[in-house]
Every structure is written in structure tokens, then in C-alpha cells.
């Protein structure tokens, strides 16, 4: 067995490799070093004999102290929700008058009712509520069905246009192609649209006849100073908020062959006191009344 090379200047064996000219020494590993290293291995096999694990088929091993993150979790859910308790029995047994009037029970609802929001409206609402075209903006104060609470949770609990709920929030905007001319569609549109200042320029001819032609075929619903009507869903028509476009040929677009927006009933699927909730908080945005 040959002899190890030991270097001239440290004094030290080296371990017979060699990069480029530089040799390796072969130091021994500092003892502390050593002494943690072994810890480890100590505690890993500690852990792993007292904790879960190893890996099996369909499961793990549970380690002889028999914890679970899983049992911790369900502990601490289970926690939460006792602690929850007292005031969701409150909220289901009171009516959102009641609620809106405590000070606890609504900071409470408003709280859960943001949480539900993000699970289940946001999809069309967006996550500020902001809405999009075709779905309503939450946050300002007009509401084709009404901003009060008991509106705002009547919408929610059965829907709008929802067949599956008999008490669902219904109505229906005549296709006016079928009734109406292109030109008489064209002028109430300029009618339409001038009630807020966006005709455009439209000629005072075609404004005075969609007058004539909005009085006979829209006050109906919208009433004669074009102001709407919760009770039929009919939007004000003298504001700057519209739901599928201002355009004139949006606006023509609505008349002719008008768009019917379709909202889930919820009170099935969340029950009635998250509606409650949900209420609450849409109630909170800055719209409600």
C-alpha cells in the first residue's frame, strides 16, 4: 500500500486528489461539526418513529404519539365555529330589520356575508362588485329591484327571471322590433338617451318624436320622466349608469331586441341566514338605502 503524500507545507496528508496543480487536504471534520451532524440523524429517526412519516399504499405511518394536522385543524374549525355560534343562532332567528338595527350582529353579518360574497357573486359581480356589462354595479345607489335590505334580500333569496323559484323577481321588456319601425327605434333611442344628456346631437325632430313613441309604448314601466320603477325591475333611464351600453346603438340595440339578465335564487343553496348575511353586506358597499 503506497504511502499518502503529505504536503510540505501544512504538514497535512492529502487525499490524492489534484485540479489544476491544487491538492486536497484531508483534514478531518471539525468535532462539533460531527457531534450535529449524528444529532440529526438522531432526530430524524426520532421524528419519524413518533410522528407519521412513512409513506404506505393508501396511507402513512401515524407514529407512536398518534398526531394528525388534519385532527389539529378540525380542532381549531370546530373552535371557530362554537365561537360563531351565538351570533349566527341570532342572526337566523331575527329578521334583517332586526339585524341592520344591532351594531354587533351587523358588523358580524357584514363580515360573513363579504366571505360568502367572494365564493359565490363574484363570478359576475366581480370582486369589488363593481360589476361588468349585463351584470349590476353594487356600489352605486341605483337598484333596478331596490336598495333597502328586505329588497336586497328578497332579490338574493329567490332570484331574478329564475324559473326553479316561484317567487323569483319577474319581468319582461317587449322585443319592439316586432312593434316599431327602424326609424321610430332610432328617434325614441335619441329620445332615450337625451333624458341624460347623451343624445349626441341627435336632431330636435327625432327627439320630439321618440317623445310621442316613449310616452305610448314606455312610460308604462319607466315611467313619464323616465325615472323607472323598482316594483317592475325597469332601470332609470335620466342617469349615467347603463347596463348593457349608452351607445345609440346599444340603447337601439335594448329596444329592439332587449336583453333579460338571469340571477340564481340562493335561499336553497345558502340558506336563509347566509342570505341574511350576504344581504348585509351588499347592503354595506355605499348603495343601499
Not at 329620445?191 to 336632431?203: H, I, T
Not at 329596444?255 to 353586506?281: C, F, Q, S
Amino acid at each position: 500500500m503506497s504511502e499518502k503524500e503529505v504536503d510540505h507545507v501544512s504538514g497535512v496528508s492529502t487525499t490524492g486528489h489534484s485540479w489544476d496543480g491544487i491538492k486536497e487536504l484531508d483534514n478531518p471534520m471539525p468535532r462539533w461539526w460531527l457531534i450535529c451532524f449524528y444529532v440529526t440523524i438522531a432526530w430524524a429517526l426520532a421524528y419519524a418513529i413518533a410522528y407519521p412519516a412513512w409513506p404506505l399504499i393508501r396511507t402513512a405511518t401515524t407514529g407512536v404519539l398518534g398526531y394528525s394536522s388534519r385532527a389539529e385543524m378540525r380542532k381549531e374549525l370546530d373552535a371557530a365555529q362554537e365561537a360563531k355560534a351565538e351570533y349566527i343562532a341570532a342572526i337566523s332567528r331575527k329578521s334583517i330589520d332586526e339585524i341592520m338595527a344591532d351594531d354587533t350582529l351587523r358588523t358580524f353579518a357584514t363580515a360573513a356575508g363579504a366571505a360568502a360574497f367572494k365564493i359565490n357573486c363574484v363570478q359576475c359581480h366581480g370582486s369589488g362588485a363593481q360589476g361588468s356589462p349585463g351584470y349590476p354595479n353594487l356600489n352605486d345607489d341605483e337598484w333596478l329591484w331596490g336598495g333597502t335590505p328586505r329588497e336586497i334580500q328578497q332579490t338574493i333569496a329567490h332570484g331574478i327571471r329564475f324559473a326553479e323559484d316561484p317567487e323569483t323577481r319577474v319581468s319582461e321588456m317587449p322585443a319592439f322590433g316586432a312593434m316599431l319601425q327602424s326609424k321610430q327605434i332610432a328617434q325614441v333611442s335619441a329620445f332615450v338617451l337625451s333624458l341624460s344628456g347623451k343624445d349626441q346631437g341627435a336632431a330636435a325632430t327625432d327627439i320630439a318624436a321618440g317623445k310621442e313613441i316613449y310616452a305610448q309604448n314606455c312610460a308604462a314601466c319607466h315611467g313619464n320622466a323616465g325615472k323607472g320603477n323598482h316594483e317592475l325591475g325597469a332601470p332609470d333611464l335620466t342617469d349615467a349608469i347603463w347596463l348593457y351600453g349608452s351607445t345609440p346603438a346599444a340603447v337601439a340595440a335594448q329596444i329592439r331586441t332587449p336583453k333579460h339578465g338571469v340571477m340564481p335564487a340562493w335561499n336553497a343553496r345558502l340558506g336563509d341566514t347566509l342570505v341574511k348575511e350576504l344581504t348585509v353586506y351588499v347592503h354595506s358597499l355605499g348603495g343601499g338605502r
